[in-house]
């Protein structure tokens, strides 16, 4: 069974770059997006999703910002949208859809940048200890569970180009690399890391300045997790670095399980 998780970084910009190509190419059984930033009928007019595609988009309520949707080839059941929590508890931003998938658990999350500005790195913080806390049970549950998506934070050195350059930036601070090898610690395979091994040096994620793109100078913040039940069955995980240069700023993940 193939999942796939992409942060298209606008959904109907990905469409005019020619995102239907990879749908087609990945041949996923289940795809799951980030930073759509579209309700349903602002796509453009004449597309459409892919022929049977079931497709549940969570869009945030304000226009043009973030967003998640989850789409599968089988009929999906909606399990929930957000995280609960203090902090944005009715998802207004569009961050968490949970579905269930041919007995597959499927958490698709886009977790808030801290980069713009102090409230919003508190913002993100607090969203982080609620979404973990949250996230916890899925770990021990009998079922195949996925998360997927954009975590916004770089684990280790070998997950960004320039880990002394960035060492006080949002996404790769002490404290946020610490909070994400706690909740690995709380049942969770890092996917791709875990075949690919330490020292590994690939990436998900490039700026668009200076030359990141074109010199591979990025960051890998895109993650599959799986709890044991989905360890267990794990065949490959791995980067599609071309997407990330024609359709978005990140590349898609492609996740295989022997399901």
């Given at each position: 069974?193939?999942?796939v ?9 990905a469409?005019?770059?020619?995102i ?5 190419s990945l041949?996923a ?29 969570h869009?945030?309520e304000k ?12 009929p999906h ?6 995280k609960g ?7 207004t ?14 958490i ?5 940048s ?5 409230e ?9 200890d609620?979404w ?7 770990a021990?549950d009998?079922?195949p569970?996925v998360v ?11 997950d ?12 790769f601070?002490?404290h946020?690399?610490e909070?994400?090898t706690?909740?690995l ?10 075949l ?6 690939t990436?998900?994620w490039?700026s668009?300045?200076?030359?990141a ?11 599959f997790?799986?709890n ?15 997407g990330g ?15």
């Amino acid at each position: 069974m193939r999942f796939v998780s992409w942060n298209v970084n606008g959904l109907r910009a990905a469409i005019r770059k020619g995102i239907d190509d990879y749908f087609s190419s990945l041949e996923a059984d289940v795809t799951m997006l980030q930073e759509t930033r579209t309700l349903e009928e602002q796509l453009p007019a004449g597309w459409s999703w892919p022929s049977g595609w079931h497709v549940t988009l969570h869009p945030a309520e304000k226009k043009g910002y973030s967003g998640v949707a989850t789409a599968s080839v089988k009929p999906h059941n909606v399990l929930g949208r957000g995280k609960g929590g203090r902090l944005d508890g009715n998802d207004t931003e569009g961050r968490v859809l949970a579905c269930e998938i041919n007995g597959v658990v499927c958490i698709n999350t886009y977790l808030p940048s801290g980069s713009a500005k102090d409230e919003r790195q508190a913002f993100k913080e607090g969203w982080m200890d609620e979404w973990r806390a949250w996230l916890k049970p899925f770990a021990e549950d009998e079922r195949p569970v996925v998360v997927c998506g954009d975590l916004n934070i770089a684990h280790t050195e070998d997950d960004i180009w320039n880990p002394k350059g960035n060492a006080k930036n949002s996404g790769f601070l002490p404290h946020e690399r610490e909070w994400f090898t706690e909740l690995l610690a709380d049942g969770w395979t890092d996917a791709f890391r875990h075949l690919a091994g330490d020292g590994v040096k690939t990436y998900s994620w490039w700026s668009n300045r200076g030359q990141a793109r074109a010199k591979d100078r990025g960051w890998r913040i895109d993650y599959f997790l799986l709890n044991e039940a989905a360890a267990n069955v794990l065949v490959d995980c791995s980067i599609v670095r071309q997407g990330g240069l024609d359709v978005s700023d990140h590349a898609p993940l492609v996740l295989d399980l022997d399901l």
